[in-house]
């Protein structure tokens, strides 16, 4: 992401939700720090360019993001705003393979630990505090939230 050469087109909410869903589906620490990097990078790469943050987080995403994060612990994270690859492509095979998030998005508690859901929750709230600190000052976020 940090080669200026490189297209740039492909930073766009399908990868959004994509980082966003590894961060609070992703069990192992050194991938929800990679993943929590790239979600910091690929916000200063589109502040960059004024404008394309806002048209890229809508509204109903960040409400769908904040809404994943606010989950009750044991209580499954609903997965149906998550992106996937093969329903986005409209491609005809739509079974799934093996879901190596199942455990995590079912909030198992017999099978996942509590202090792994709280990491998982805590990095998914740090990336949108990262959302809060890149918007851009002049566009309101009050909009989001409904606040008058």
Same mark, same amino acid.
């Given at each position: 992401?940090?080669?200026?050469?490189?297209?740039?087109?492909?930073?766009?909410?399908?990868?959004?939700?994509? #980082?966003? &869903?590894? %961060? /609070?589906? =992703?069990?192992? +620490?050194?991938?929800?720090?990679?993943?929590?990097? @790239?979600?910091?990078?690929?916000?200063?790469?589109?502040?960059?360019?004024?404008?394309?943050?806002?048209?890229? #987080?809508? &509204?109903? %995403? /960040?409400? =769908?993001?904040? +809404?994943?994060?606010?989950?009750?612990?044991?209580? @499954?994270?609903?997965?149906?705003?998550?992106?996937?690859?093969?329903?986005?492509t409209g491609d005809e095979v739509t079974h799934e393979r093996h879901n190596v998030d199942k455990?995590?998005?079912?909030?198992?508690?017999?099978?996942?630990?509590t202090e792994v859901i709280l990491k998982a929750r805590i990095a998914s709230a740090t990336a949108?505090?990262?959302?809060?600190?890149?918007?851009?000052?002049?566009?309101?976020?009050?909009?989001?939230?409904?606040l008058r």
């Amino acid at each position: 992401m940090n080669v200026p050469s490189l297209p740039r087109d492909w930073i766009a909410p399908p990868f959004l939700r994509l #980082v966003f &869903q590894n %961060l /609070i589906a =992703e069990e192992r +620490a050194d991938i929800r720090d990679a993943s929590l990097a @790239a979600w910091r990078t690929t916000f200063s790469i589109m502040t960059a360019t004024p404008g394309w943050l806002e048209a890229s #987080v809508t &509204q109903q %995403l /960040i409400l =769908e993001w904040y +809404a994943v994060v606010m989950t009750p612990f044991g209580v @499954a994270i609903d997965s149906s705003s998550f992106y996937r690859p093969s329903m986005a492509t409209g491609d005809e095979v739509t079974h799934e393979r093996h879901n190596v998030d199942k455990n995590m998005l079912t909030q198992d508690l017999s099978l996942i630990t509590t202090e792994v859901i709280l990491k998982a929750r805590i990095a998914s709230a740090t990336a949108l505090s990262y959302l809060i600190t890149f918007w851009p000052s002049e566009v309101s976020l009050r909009y989001v939230f409904h606040l008058r």
